[in-house]
């Protein structure tokens, strides 16, 4: 995925969002075309300097994949209400963010996802959004608790992601599993007869993945951090080594290499997407990011895609849902401009239809999902089972957790205790949340 350094971060303006955008259909306002391009950034030989903000009316940060949906957003505001507006593509948004707009020289709306909203509120760095309860009706209930920090809220989402099950027709035909069983074994037949390598890849590697691993973990009886009765997240509360995740752990022991070999540290983030959509794997656990590789090596009519079902007997497999969003800059220069863009320039079908087709991400507004569900199935599914997935923590914590519980979930599947493996996760995660 291609970066924009640092120090290049550019005010994109009409003639740069038509030379990126090639299906041409957006046409950039008037008012906004000279101001941005004239805002454009430092040399290039200033590759380490921060990013510098655009001198529009208003300011938006993003990163440069999103850059091109922003922009066609952004300039239709601008010509309804007769401003000038500049997106900027920032590498490392989230760090950059912190910086400027302590230092007073960032953006007035940030694109991002979800989960930063911690640590953005934690400097500062956020404003809570000013949206009628009428207006958070129409977006999806579990995308509206990620952008949903103590109890208030900070985010406006346009788009969510989650894990799904795909599964090879030509390999366990055209079928929906009604258990993570189910699916597991109608892959372990096509593995006996010789017709594929995997019966269900779920990444592992040498280093684990926590963040693939986690619709097994709930559904055999653990959880990550307890919830207030508000829904927040507590830090305080780690379940890990509590009964069900120490139960859970030893579930996915009996998954692993010595066990039924299901789950294998062969299968990492690098094959488990290639694997799949080469006819190698019978089912797959990944996301929306893998639809176009998967389609191009099976067709597209070639795989089901169905949310993770739970273990038999089991509780619901549930696993982490992400949401990108807009959030107005606490120190920015013109905060009326940035509620209000989010309010009545974003908060609208028009704008999450183009966001949702230039973007590339299931939407997070109800009413443009239930619009989609015909053309695009898939992306029906991913969101369905964002639905009912349970949001990435955003709060600070969540950065303490991926290591430890990425190695714990790799011994065990190599063999490991699974009770001292997970005893021992949860030990250097909570030393961790209490030195940070």
Known sequence: MRRIPRGLAVAVGASLLLAACSSGTTTPAESSTDSATDSASPSESATDAAPVRGNEDLVIWTDDTHLAAMQAVADTYAKANNITVGV????????????ANQAGNGPDVLVGAHDWIGQLVQNGAIDPLQLSPDQV?????????AVTYDSQLYGLPYGVESLALFCNKSV????????????????????D?????????????ENGDAYHMEPL????????????????????????????????????????????????????????????????????????????DVRAGLGDDGY???????????????????????????????????QDFIANGVNTVDSMTTLYKMANLPPAMTAVRDSI????????????????ADPMPAIPAMAEVWQPLGVAYADIVSG???????????????????GS
Request: a negative charge; one cysteine or more.
């Open 88 to 99: 900027q593509a920032v590498t490392d948004t989230r760090a950059a963010f912190i910086t």
């Open 373 to 388: 569900a015909q053309d695009n199935p898939d992306f029906a599914v991913i969101a369905a089972a964002a639905e009912s």
């Open 193 to 205: 007869a010789g017709t594929v390598e995997s019966a269900l890849n779920v990444p592992v590697g």
């Open 172 to 191: 366990v035909g055209d079928t929906k599993f009604a258990t993570l069983d189910d699916a597991i074994a109608a892959g372990q037949k096509a593995l």
């Open 416 to 434: 490991a205790d699974p009770t001292k493996s997970m005893q021992d996760a949860a030990n250097a995660i909570r030393t961790a949340i209490a």
């Open 217 to 292: 973990f709930t559904s055999a009886g653990g959880y990550l951090f307890g919830k207030d009765a508000d829904g927040n997240y507590n830090p305080d509360d780690l379940g890990l080594d509590s009964a069900g995740g120490l139960a859970a752990a030893a579930k996915i022991g009996s998954l692993g290499e010595k066990g039924s070999n299901v789950l294998r540290r062969s299968i990492s983030g690098d094959n488990n997407i290639s694997l799949f959509a080469e006819g190698k794997a019978a089912c797959m656990i990944s996301g929306p990011w893998a639809l176009n």
């Open 137 to 145: 009706k129409a977006y999806s209930p579990t995308a509206v608790r």
């Open 304 to 338: 089901t895609l169905q949310p993770i079902p739970g273990f038999a007997g089991m509780g619901p497999a549930q696993p982490f849902m992400g949401a990108q969003a807009f959030y107005v800059a606490s120190n920015g220069k013109n905060k009326a401009f940035a």
